[in-house]
């Protein structure tokens, strides 16, 4: 059993070095009881692959069939705006077992295949040009407010037929949004509000593409309550999740991506002097070494033996998808950052039925930046310092606030 770490998970250490945190887990007590939280904490890769693989034994509905008040704990006052969340998150398709989640999701497929995205790889090359354009002419960028953000959110509001003006608008939403993986008391404040804006801007988008369909990806959704897959509320719900979930893991693994390259220049090295021949293996590693997503939950459907431990039905759980990542029984010198690494069978994108929908696209934009990147800067150096760094206070995404750089 582990002994003196703490299972408050939000703390600033945990925080800003889940690595260490929940590495520690995963070599003393890989499938942990979390007394202050109630939930089960999962931290080595075979034992994560085997859950995805189970789906029967691990609801994603967890919104729906969790009995239990959020963790952390909020305030008394804000119960009634949990129970809007849930009930609003409850009709994304992510929060849906088979069969439904496998009805839904065949509605969306089809827009998301490798092949299908490929196709967004020339308007991702000429975004990122410009942006790097006007980021040499002011000589400095903070990666995340200049580059990381605008890149995907462009393209996903492009996919989804969001008008240029309201981008900007959309961004201010989703960090609102961003609050379901936090631990204020207050949060649901934030998150309930975020969710109201959001519906009250794609209500109208999708009753257009209900009457006028077009080539957008809202016009899919809707085509779906043509089908009789889902209801209005559904797609308006999935609209937002895509919207949010679209540019968020990306962001993430431009920034953090960047931050790697960054501590080893032996790897910037390496990518700078074979761009074309390393940018996918290089955009695979920072998948696996930092990774956007940190965690993903679960419930259990049935009493389950795992690691010889008794998951009871109704368990929460939670796996970390940034311990997985680093197990050393599935990777060698797991906390190297190695763009040679390969195969590299990291689980960034979770795995089984419900595998990342947008992978593809997150990578076709993390290997043309990258490769840009190398292509344009001889080096790059970090303008702060490495104690002057945060991340956001989130237990769901690993997002910094800020990275300024300037280059050679």
């Known amino acids: 059993m582990v002994t003196a770490i703490s299972d408050d998970m939000f703390t600033h250490e945990a925080i800003a070095d889940p690595y260490t945190y929940y590495g520690r887990l995963r070599e003393e007590d890989p499938v942990h009881w979390n007394e202050l939280y109630e939930v089960w904490v999962i931290t080595r890769h075979e034992d994560l692959v085997w859950l995805t693989r189970h789906n029967e034994l691990f609801s994603s509905a967890v919104f729906k069939n969790d009995p239990r008040p959020p963790y952390p704990t909020i305030y008394d006052s804000d119960l009634g705006l949990y129970e809007f969340v849930r009930e609003y998150q409850s009709r994304q398709f992510i929060q849906h077992d088979r069969p439904a989640h496998l009805d839904m999701r065949k509605v969306v497929h089809g827009y998301f295949t490798p092949r299908s995205m490929e196709q967004w790889r020339p308007m991702v090359k000429e975004v990122i040009k410009e942006l790097l354009d006007e980021a040499e002419e002011r000589g400095s960028m903070d990666v995340m407010r200049d580059f990381a953000t605008p890149l995907p959110l462009l393209i996903i509001a492009e996919m989804m037929g969001v008008p240029k003006q309201d981008r900007p608008y959309i961004r201010e939403v989703a960090e609102k949004l961003l609050y379901v993986g936090r631990g204020e008391p207050w949060r649901m404040q934030n998150f309930s509000e975020g969710i109201r804006e959001m519906i009250d801007y794609v209500s109208p988008l999708v009753e257009k593409r209900i009457v006028n369909p077009e080539g957008d990806f809202i016009s899919v959704l ?187």
């Open 222 to 408: 809707a085509q779906g309550e043509r089908d009789g897959f889902f209801s209005r509320d559904q797609v308006i719900s999935n609209s937002s999740l895509l919207l949010l979930a679209g540019h968020e893991t990306t962001i993430n693994l431009l920034c953090n991506g960047i931050l790697s390259f960054l501590r080893n220049p032996d790897q910037w090295d390496l990518l700078r002097n074979d761009p074309e021949g390393m940018h996918v293996r290089a955009t695979e590693e920072c998948l696996r070494h930092d990774s956007s997503v940190k965690s993903i939950a679960r419930i259990a459907s049935e009493d389950v033996e795992l690691g010889g431990k008794l998951i009871r039905k109704d368990d929460r759980i939670r796996w970390f998808i940034s311990s997985a990542n680093r197990d050393q029984r599935k990777f060698e010198d797991p906390d190297r950052f190695d763009i040679t690494r390969w195969p590299n069978p990291h689980v960034a994108f979770g795995a089984g039925i419900h595998h990342c929908l947008g992978a593809t696209l997150v990578r076709v934009e993390g290997q043309e930046a990258f490769r840009a990147f190398a292509e344009r800067f001889d080096s790059l150096r970090m303008d702060t310092t490495e104690d002057q760094l945060e991340y956001q206070p989130s237990i769901t995404f690993r997002s910094l606030k800020s990275l300024p750089i300037t280059w050679n």
